[in-house]
């Protein structure tokens, strides 16, 4: 398996990994399909912010991505700059291969070269695949949110998810 930056050729798998759940799950709070286009505009916002898009690749074909962004506005907010909030989502047929795995090692390698703190994520309080996952690769749960979210006319609690990364080198706080 290969771990690679996604380019605009990979977009279509991309898109059709995050709708492939879409609308049997609660692990995305939406019903609307993500379409290429918007896929398209997200990957160019993460280049243009130096926020890694990663994809994995096995026998040829995209069976993974993952990707960081800021948590929070640190526009509004610079003091959340060392917090990225991170995404990852694998293909159903490749559950259990190390897919996962291996994108959020890359992915937390990425935010530790970048000088990244902290790493969270929000993870639907149904998902115990994901919450157990994210346990194994050493995130705690510093938050339970009950029934703040709603889909399919049901109320969702939201589990946040927390590491701590140490920088490869002292950051410093981005020019305001």
Known sequence: MLIRDADDADVPAITTIINALLHTTTYEWTE???TEQERTAWLAAHRAAAHPVLVAVADGEVVGWAAY??????ARW???WPVVEHSVHVRADQWGRNVGRELMEALIGRARAAGKRAMVGGIDGENARSIRFHERLGFVEVARMPGIGEKFGRRLDLVLVQRAIEPDAAPEAPEA
């Not at 962004?69 to 640190?74: E, K, L, M, P």
């Open 69 to 74: 962004g800021d948590f929070r506005d640190t």
């Open 32 to 34: 609307q399909v993500h």
């Open 78 to 80: 610079p003091g959340y």
